[in-house]
């Protein structure tokens, strides 16, 4: 049985967001998968709305994301292999003038 990593992010407002992925806690020979939450505001209540998979694939490593990371941070103690950048919107449509 393939094993496939996955996570959840929730958010409200949100249109992308970066995910940033090490080696340490996954493997990129497997796939990725990212699920969004959204969070309603009704009233005084924050309530979980819809939810779905933005992101299903696997990922490959970056030497980029791993040296600029590192230039960034100075913090041997955190290295990222790759980022992943997901969007919440479900479809783009295009529209035609005809």
Not at 3 to 28: A, P
Not at 32 to 37: K, M, P, R
Not at 82 to 89: F, G, N, Y
């Amino acid at each position: 049985m393939q094993q496939i990593f996955r996570f959840t992010v929730r958010g409200k407002n949100v249109i992308e967001f970066e995910v940033y992925l090490s080696s340490d806690h996954v493997d990129f020979e497997k796939p990725v998968v990212v699920t969004f939450q959204t969070i309603q505001d009704k009233g005084n209540k924050l309530t979980p709305g819809e939810k779905f998979v933005a992101f299903n694939r696997k990922v490959k490593k970056d030497v980029g994301v791993l040296l600029r990371g590192f230039k960034g941070a100075r913090d041997p103690n955190v290295f990222f292999d790759a980022r992943i950048t997901v969007s919440t919107q479900k479809a783009v449509e295009f529209a035609a003038i005809q």
